[in-house]
């Protein structure tokens, strides 16, 4: 992030590259831009006082989500075949479902932070790759993935394998899921996981409507929120100490405003769900939503969802889980709403199990109608 969406840092210049971006440089990749976000990186909307908001090529009156949406705008407009965003509670999925490409949230610590703002906490933040196939996210994150010696939390020594459609994927079992314990969806999306459901189980895989009692039992954005305020409150209020009223959009306002986690709470919600432990000693993958609905105008604040009304924060329910978690996910088109709107999926795995969750993807994508659409713009 080098303006990090915010008049605070307009004009700032890195003297070097993260850890992410030096890879791809090394493996031949071409820089063509650095794209919009929101201020700090922090919404569901790419908005900020320096650039205003990022639109999405299929319907400009509509974001691309956040933080990465300009990131995902560009891929989804032809712009660019690839891009690098991060993401800490939805924001390398939510962007790819607003605009109907593919991205993949790793298993946290198989990509290095090194050199991404803000340096601490890095317990839920993650950078992964964005792109319009399965194969050009497998692809770069074989170049992405592995420590580097300066992140922490990077330290993971399990190979990946780039290679699809290895394994005999007969031998593979999949759960689906929506609704109880990421709240309500819209019937189109419940719809298009079905779809996705049916679609593995016709050419050969075991697929079966799972649930995951934890996930019921402890709503994981409640969890992630008591968390996440107290960690990132600190960098906060180190970034617009001194700052004028005027410097300051929507999240620095919001965040110092919350109140304080109790240390009771705070130490309550570092329990995540566990049930996925259990989940995937019997599964390979999951099937599930990335978005409760398709992408919304701008500057929508609450949504009534199947006949419930939420606020924004809602559009996480699906995705935090794998934040608080460390699991992996892909996010990937295989609907379209009544709207002419990409609808997408989230295929879950185990713990550093990227490559059978591409796997997944690709034998989705393989079958999908959806795979020859893009925005016209």
Known sequence: MTQRGSPIFKGRLPDRDTTSVARLKKAGGILLAKTNLPEFSYWIESDNLLSVHSNNPWDLERTPGGSSGGESAAIAAGMSPLGLGTDLAISVR????????????????????????????????HVGPMARSVRDVALAFSQLAGPDGQDAFSSSKVPFDAGIGRQPFRQLRVGWMVGPGFGPVDPEVVATVKAAAVALRDIGLSVEHVGIPALEKDFALDLFNRLHVMEMKPAFRE????????????????????????MADYVGAGRPPNGYADYFSRYNALITHVLPIPAHKHRDEEFVIDGQKVDATYLQGATVPLNVTDLPGVSMRFGTSGEALPINIQIVGAWQAESTILHVASLLESVSSTRVLHPTL
């Open 94 to 125: 939510g962007p790819a479902a607003q605009t109907g490409i593919t991205s993949m949230k790793a298993t946290h610590g198989r990509v290095p932070m090194t050199g991404i703002w803000p340096r601490a906490p890095r317990r839920f933040w």
């Open 239 to 262: 970034a617009t100490a001194g700052r004028r009223e005027d410097e300051l959009y929507k999240m620095p306002k919001t965040m110092l405003s919350l109140p304080d986690t109790s």
